[in-house]
């Protein structure tokens, strides 16, 4: 009985290490696919010709797991725009199969730190993955010199390293940093085109972001399609005029009642200053509702709703984020996630699809 006992614990040992090295070249198999399929991944090269809305961040400065900070790419034809790179903004293209070597240009809205604070690595990743020999180009208003020079600064010393350790071919150190290019309203003045080039037209104007000043919004012509981004803006005159007609309105979207919630919470809490700040935010941004009356004005054919404040942990709470905005505008609305693709193509119509597994 001994004998056929340790024979068995022998069989039974052998196996579990057959199991654990099978499970390793499992593993392995399945990683060494995984990379295959993400360094390959192009999905602007699949796109057809026209416009799509690509969703590299819809939250908020509020904690978030499931969404990066405030981002949104626009690829006009084969040509890659980012609007506004909030942090994580890069990972999150890169899982989209949107590389950051493709980025011609960023586009900012406004100055806000969840705007921006992607800025550094956004350009470190184009710079890297492109061996980019000239600088990102940074649209924005005035003071966009100020956001360049100090992200430029602060990676200056990683610049140096990374040309020191992979050499100028791969990482050119003409190609580092980030090259301000400022606009700015003259009197009276509605709009100003900042980009027209190879039949993509870019214009921005002034949204109502008080006290943030300046505060635009982009309007995105190419081919006969048009989107429309808010930035972070109340209900604005100058947003439904420039957003007449536009295949689809991008549009920021903060709840009240869910809000209100967290700042009854906060006080309760005694959290006097968080509670203030929630209090605060109701008067610089629009609720999905007002979003959607300014869509049915504006006679966009789609709205999708972004920068989501307050984070929702779940999805049940769409209906109660959205209030009455369904009752209001009678075209598609969207809830977007991280992720999302809005596609217009040249030929007509309008498709909404995920790319991230």
């Given at each position: 009985?001994?004998?056929?006992?340790?024979?068995?614990?022998?069989l039974?040992?052998?196996?579990?290490?057959?199991?654990y090295?099978l499970?390793?070249?499992?593993?392995?198999?399945?990683?060494q696919?995984a990379?295959?399929?993400?360094?390959?991944?192009?999905?602007?090269?699949?796109?057809?010709?026209?416009?799509?809305a690509g969703?590299?961040?819809?939250?908020?400065?509020?904690?978030?797991?499931?969404r990066?900070?405030?981002?949104t790419a626009?690829?006009?034809?084969?040509?890659?725009?980012?609007?506004?790179?909030?942090d994580?903004?890069?990972e999150?293209?890169?899982?989209?199969?949107?590389?950051?070597?493709?980025?011609?240009?960023?586009?900012l809205?406004?100055?806000?730190?969840?705007h921006?604070?992607?800025l550094?690595?956004?350009?470190?990743?184009?710079?890297?993955?492109?061996?980019?020999?000239t600088?990102?180009?940074?649209?924005?208003?005035?003071?966009?010199?100020?956001?360049?020079?100090?992200?430029t600064?602060?990676?200056?010393?990683?610049?140096g390293?990374?040309?020191?350790?992979?050499?100028?071919?791969?990482?050119?150190p003409?190609?580092?940093?980030?090259?301000?290019?400022?606009f700015?309203?003259a009197?009276?003045?509605?709009?100003?085109?900042v980009l027209?080039?190879?039949?993509?037209?870019?214009?921005?104007?002034?949204?109502?972001?008080?006290?943030?000043?300046?505060?635009?919004?982009?309007?995105?012509?190419y081919?006969?399609?048009?989107?429309?981004?808010?930035?972070?803006?109340?209900?604005a005159?100058?947003?439904?005029?420039?957003?007449q007609?536009?295949?689809?309105?991008?549009?920021?979207?903060?709840?009240?009642?869910?809000?209100?919630?967290?700042e009854?919470?906060a006080?309760?809490?005694?959290?006097?200053?968080?509670a203030?700040?929630?209090?605060d935010?109701?008067?610089?941004?629009?609720?999905?509702?007002e979003a959607?009356?300014?869509?049915?004005?504006?006679?966009?054919?789609?709205?999708a709703?972004?920068?989501l404040?307050?984070?929702?942990?779940?999805?049940?709470?769409?209906?109660?984020?959205?209030?009455?905005?369904?009752?209001?505008?009678h075209g598609?609305?969207?809830?977007m996630?991280?992720?999302?693709?809005?596609?217009?193509?040249?030929t007509?119509g309008?498709?909404?699809?995920?790319?991230?597994?």
């Open positions: 009985m001994m004998r056929i006992g340790l024979a068995l614990l022998a039974l040992l052998l196996a579990g290490v057959g199991f090295v499970r390793d070249r499992v593993a392995l198999a399945l990683f696919h990379v295959d399929r993400g360094i390959a991944a192009d999905t602007i090269d699949a796109l057809p010709d026209g416009l799509t969703f590299c961040g819809t939250g908020s400065p509020l904690p978030d797991r499931t990066a900070g405030p981002c626009v690829i006009a034809g084969k040509r890659l725009f980012i609007f506004d790179a909030g994580g903004s890069a999150t293209l890169s899982l989209m199969g949107l590389s950051p070597a493709r980025i011609e240009a960023v586009f809205t406004h100055f806000h730190s969840d921006i604070d992607g550094g690595n956004l350009a470190l990743q184009r710079w890297a993955q492109g061996a980019a020999s600088p990102l180009p940074l649209y924005g208003g005035e003071g966009v010199e100020r956001v360049a020079a100090g992200f600064e602060a990676y200056a010393q990683d610049s390293y990374r040309i020191a350790h992979h050499g100028p071919r791969v990482v050119p003409s190609g580092a940093g980030i090259t301000p290019h400022a700015a309203l009197d009276g003045q509605a709009s100003v085109v027209d080039d190879g039949g993509v037209r870019i214009t921005a104007f002034p949204v109502d972001h008080g006290p943030v000043h300046p505060a635009f919004g982009y309007r995105i012509d081919k006969g399609r048009s989107i429309v981004i808010s930035g972070d803006t109340r209900p005159p100058s947003l439904v005029h420039a957003a007609n536009a295949d689809l309105l991008v549009h920021e979207a903060l709840s009240p009642e869910l809000t209100g919630i967290m009854r919470a006080r309760a809490q005694h959290q006097d200053g968080v203030k700040i929630l209090h935010i109701l008067t610089y941004h629009t609720t999905p509702g959607a009356a300014e869509a049915e004005q504006a006679h966009v054919h789609a709205l709703l972004t920068h404040i307050p984070q929702m942990p779940t999805r049940l709470l769409e209906g109660p984020f959205l209030g009455d905005a369904r009752q209001r505008f598609p609305l969207w809830i996630r991280d992720g999302d693709l809005i596609e217009l193509p040249a007509g309008i498709k909404r699809r995920h790319t991230i597994e």
